[in-house]
């Protein structure tokens, strides 16, 4: 049988011995490779964007707004720039595995020093090569956005997303088969372009003078016909190692996930700090991150020697002709270079003085760890579980849990009333599938919101603006934001009139996702604090004219803090349901925390108050602990039973 027949294929066994021969020489190249990455590409993509390059005049592009720039001439650059910025890396760490090993099959010496010098002639050749992959990467991508496009169209229009991702209608089940179907079809012509390719990257990044090596058109052109016959064995051998390597790959993380997290929890249990729990994410992140790293480093390996041992030794298409005389020069003198600044003499002293600096500034940096200041605490959707949202009830448990604010979504009824609700329907909240935008509020006075958490129907209906300002005067403060689905230039001004008829200017924070509604609310509330709720972004959102950000987590990062500090601008960051994330924001400075469990976040900002310097600065490594992970319980599953609210992109 083939696949019996790949699997007893010598070439893997003797991919996999070169593997080990080879592994020192393959993992500084790695290494280099990765510091390439971080010393140059990062900063020079954030400088990019922090000097708006490619943006013109545009202060921020957000939400639906960046898909639009993505599709002008200049963000279709940037994209293209920075693909090929990011691909540089993966052809480059190739590009040195296979010097590594056509060094070896030819009995020639390998280290770092030779293999650097004998690519630093071909980088040119190399960028060229990652932007064509890009341009080539993105006409891929079309027929299968056209496709998922055109199943969105044909079953997903009717309703918000939320209704869709909570009540799972047969619509949603036919969606995900006929777009998973597509997906797969789209996902395997792609497989077969790339698998006829294989032989092009060896063979533009081949050894020799420049006048040998082929353009890339004829580079494509030879691996597509080399892969036919006898070429079938490549595609086969490939196959096999990726999907062994995947599968290994899987186990090996999956054994260490549940490890992990079963000691993280098992600490948490019964530690008595957060510095403890901290130390303990600390641990399982720091082996996460360096198992991840040798599977990585194996699987990118194996691949680039199986493929590179077949190039050379299997085909006839291995060029070894020495470099011209010129490239040699430039090699001799950069090789004198090396081993004068990077001789052990050097190099230790060197770094020994970085290891010194650095004791020194984490010294420093325990002294000056600042206090803790006041964090406000938002109730996401008026108050928590079990609790229907954006509910008089669910506001009163927020009263109760100490938070400052109630976050509450707005919207206009077709009448003009405004009405506390988040999606665009009533489908998820109520199994009703109106739209206030196309209803009386008079038709849906008395609908009720689900779930029945116990307290009075009254309680959980369909509330007005009007109702929760007269409901939170003197108790708590009112987090109003503007929600748009399309655009209604008179809900700004109606959400300004109820606050200043009630006199509630002080009490009030508003803010929106639509950057059109900021500027409005700007311009008709100039007394009252407003923000903009950040989700995706180009651009440095710190600059827009606001009194305070509302960020996702996921976008939190140190750069933004800093930035906004200079601005004067708060960040208020949504939604934190996770005690270590919670401690990790705080101890970072953070103005705010948008959370369906106030009562969770005001007790760790008492708890946090508490440590010592020495103590909030070790919590600093929770920065990177887990986000996304599907097997930690939030403390409202935990307490109330069940799920909090499905959420989408906006908070």
Request: glycine share 10%.
């Amino acid at each position: 049988m083939p696949l019996q027949r790949t699997l007893s294929d010598p070439a893997l066994g003797v991919a996999w011995r070169r593997l080990v021969r080879l592994w020192r020489p393959m993992a500084a190249w790695t290494l280099l490779t990765w510091g390439m990455v971080i010393v140059i590409l990062g900063p020079l993509s954030s400088g990019l964007l922090a000097r708006r390059f490619l943006l013109g005049e545009a202060r921020v592009v957000g939400n639906e707004d960046l898909l639009a720039w993505a599709l002008t001439p200049g963000g279709a650059l940037y994209v293209l720039l920075a693909g090929g910025l990011a691909l540089v890396a993966a052809v480059v760490r190739y590009a040195g595995l296979f010097q590594i090993v056509s060094s070896h099959v030819a009995g020639r010496r390998v280290d770092l020093r030779r293999t650097a010098m004998a690519l630093a002639p071909r980088l040119p050749a190399v960028f060229r090569l990652c932007v064509a992959a890009v341009v080539l990467g993105l006409l891929a991508l079309v027929p299968l956005v056209v496709g998922l496009g055109g199943v969105y169209l044909a079953f997903l229009a009717e309703h918000d997303i939320n209704y869709y991702l909570t009540a799972a209608p047969p619509e949603w089940h036919r969606a995900l088969w006929i777009g998973g179907g597509w997906t797969g079809l789209w996902a395997v012509g792609v497989l077969v372009l790339l698998g006829r390719s294989l032989l092009a990257l060896p063979l533009y990044l081949d050894r020799g003078t420049l006048a040998q090596r082929p353009s890339l058109v004829e580079a494509l052109r030879t691996s597509w016909v080399r892969t036919r016959g006898t070429g079938v064995r490549l595609l086969r051998l490939v196959l096999v190692a990726a999907v062994g390597w995947a599968l290994v790959r899987l186990l090996v993380d999956g054994a260490f996930y549940f490890v992990g997290i079963w000691a993280v929890e098992w600490v948490a249990g019964w530690a008595p700090s957060l510095q403890v729990v901290a130390a303990a994410t600390f641990l399982y992140l720091a082996g996460s991150l360096a198992l991840d790293a040798l599977m990585g480093f194996l699987g990118f390996s194996f691949m680039a020697t199986l493929l590179t041992g077949y190039y050379v030794q299997d085909t006839d298409l291995h060029s070894d002709a020495l470099p011209s005389a010129g490239v040699r020069q430039i090699r001799i003198r950069a090789a004198r270079l090396s081993r004068r600044w990077l001789n052990p003499a050097r190099a230790v002293p060197a770094a020994g003085v970085l290891l010194l600096l650095s004791f020194g500034a984490s010294g420093l940096l325990v002294e000056t760890t600042p206090e803790p200041g006041l964090v406000i605490i938002s109730a996401h959707r008026a108050g928590p579980p079990p609790a229907p949202e954006n509910t008089l009830a669910a506001m009163e448990r927020s009263i109760e849990a100490g938070a400052h604010y109630t976050e509450i979504d707005v919207q206009r009824t077709r009448d003009g009333v405004v009405v506390v609700l988040h999606d665009v329907d009533l489908m998820r909240v109520a199994g009703d599938p109106r739209r206030p935008a196309d209803t009386p509020f008079a038709e849906m006075a008395d609908l009720v919101k689900l779930p029945d958490d116990g307290s009075r129907p009254d309680e959980r209906r369909l509330a007005t603006l009007g109702e929760f300002l007269e409901r939170a005067r003197g108790r708590i403060g009112l987090n109003i934001e503007l929600k748009y689905y399309g655009w209604d230039p008179e809900l700004a001004p109606a959400v300004v009139h109820e606050v200043r008829a009630r006199g509630m200017e002080d009490e009030v924070v508003l803010m929106s996702l639509k950057l059109a509604a900021v500027e409005q609310l700007r311009g008709l509330a100039p007394d009252m604090p407003v923000g903009y709720v950040s989700t995706v972004a180009v651009g440095d959102v710190t600059r827009l004219p606001v009194d305070f950000l509302a960020v996702p987590t996921a976008r939190i990062s140190s750069r933004i803090l800093q930035d906004a500090r200079e601005q004067g601008v708060e960040i208020h960051v949504w939604t934190v349901n996770d005690p270590s994330r919670m401690a990790d924001l705080m101890e970072r400075g953070v103005d705010g925390i948008i959370t369906d469990d106030p009562g969770l976040a005001v007790r760790v900002h008492e708890e946090l108050s508490g440590l010592t310097s020495t103590a909030r600065l070790l919590l600093q490594i929770r920065r990177f602990a887990l986000q996304g992970d599907p097997s930690e319980v939030s403390a409202v599953e935990e307490r109330e039973g069940g799920a909090p609210p499905a959420d989408d992109a906006h908070p």
